[in-house]
């Protein structure tokens, strides 16, 4: 399973660094930077929701390095947008708007069967015993 949190870049940093991107949300055209904040490699565990609509919801803990790298994108970026990737696809977008230093991203919907399989395969859920 991949993970990917890109923060939304500036415009004139050119295209080396940012991306032009449509938000599926909200219909916003920002710029986003081509390097993630937070990878599938900051993910320590996750807990996977069922959502009214059918789809899937998932509470991802991070590790110490993604924990400081919330906390860092969460002072430094307050006001602009970050864009949730699950194996390639936007599955989220958040306004920053206060600092997360709990080291916890949750996506509220738009996740599949198929994507909290891939999870179950990548991660240990949040509170298990470690796998041997």
């Keep these: 399973c991949t993970v990917r949190l890109h923060a939304q870049g500036n415009e004139n940093d050119g295209s080396v660094f940012t991306t032009p991107v449509t938000t ?12 993630p ?20 919801g998932v509470l991802l803990q991070l590790d110490e390095h993604g924990k400081l790298a919330l906390d860092t ?3 430094e970026r307050r006001g602009s947008t970050a864009l949730v990737f699950i194996d ?3 599955v989220t977008e958040f306004l920053i708007d206060r600092r997360v230093s709990d080291g916890q991203i ?3 919907s738009g996740l599949t069967a198929a994507d909290v399989a891939s999870m179950h395969k990548t991660w240990p859920k949040i509170g298990a015993k470690k796998r041997k």
């Design 88 to 90: 390639g696809r936007i």
């Design 106 to 108: 949750f996506i509220a």
């Design 37 to 56: 904040a937070i990878s599938e490699h900051d993910v320590s565990a996750y807990r996977p929701y069922a959502v009214a609509n059918g789809s899937f």
């Design 73 to 75: 994108l969460s002072v």
């Design 24 to 35: 599926p949300i909200s219909g916003k055209n920002i710029f986003i930077e081509k390097i």
